[in-house]
């Protein structure tokens, strides 16, 4: 699994899109963007983000039965599947293989009835194919157009029994990588194209007619450099953070 060497607080991510970066000028942007409405009032506090880690809230897009429109919400990204006893529930992904999405109990239920679209403009991956151990060099990828792409997500709701308390929570789906990632990487986040966002959504649409759609994305939309180790940090979250530098290769033994 891809969830087991994260650890939040001041160390860095090291699974397959454990960092991404959400650099938009306002939340309107993204309103624009996916057409949305507002229900969640925090959402508008959202500033540009070129570090969002685990363990934070984001914003999410999905759609609810009786809305015209997709609504957008802030969730904490590391799903608390709805039938965990209590929040401190230890296994808390980050990632859902599309492999087994349909199988794992943690995912079978948002699968089927709570998709979601997570809003990026960019994500690193640690270059893992080069190099053989931490600290990994981090490549950053985005669209060759910079424009907000969707990842392919689930989300969750769990309550408290005893005190009412919710937390909304998401997980982004991954697949295998295309030709751009599989150069540094043996996953990456599935993206989807622009015309299939509602389709995904659609609470209407049977799960399994979904499963064409966790795919690798078109290489050829897509560009990438390699960052410095300040993005590796996640205290750190500013515009330099994806500026590219020179690359770690020289001198390998790969």
Not at 52 to 63: A, L, S
Not at 108 to 116: A, I, L
Not at 228 to 249: F, W
């Amino acid at each position: 699994m891809y969830i087991k060497n994260i650890i939040i607080l001041n160390r860095e991510v090291s699974a397959v899109c454990g960092a991404y970066g959400l650099s938009v000028k306002t939340i309107k942007d993204i309103i624009n963007r996916f057409d949305l409405e507002i229900e969640d009032e925090n959402v508008e506090d959202f500033k540009p983000r070129w570090n969002i880690r685990p363990g934070q809230n984001n914003p999410v897009v999905v759609k609810k039965a009786k809305s015209e429109k997709n609504q957008i919400e802030m969730m904490h990204w590391g799903l608390l599947p709805h039938f965990a006893r209590d929040d401190q529930y230890k296994h808390k992904p980050i990632n859902a293989r599309a492999e087994t999405v349909e199988e794992l109990p943690s995912f079978r239920h948002p699968f089927h009835r709570t998709r979601c679209l997570i809003p990026f403009t960019g994500f690193y991956e640690p270059d893992k194919i080069h190099f053989s151990k931490n600290p990994f060099p981090w490549r950053y990828f985005q669209m060759k157009d910079h424009s907000i792409c969707a990842f392919a997500g689930l989300y969750d709701f769990w309550k408290d029994k005893n005190s009412g308390k919710e937390i909304h929570s998401y997980t982004i789906i991954t697949t295998v990588p295309n030709t751009i990632v599989g150069k540094y990487h043996d996953r990456m986040p599935v993206i989807l194209e622009k015309e299939d966002e509602d389709t995904w959504l659609n609470p209407g649409i049977e799960a399994q007619k979904l499963l064409p759609l966790l795919k690798s994305f078109n290489s050829e939309k897509m560009e990438e450099w390699e960052v410095g180790a300040a993005a590796r940090n996640p205290i750190n979250d500013y515009p330099e953070l994806i500026e590219p530098v020179k690359s770690s290769r020289q001198g390998t033994l790969f």
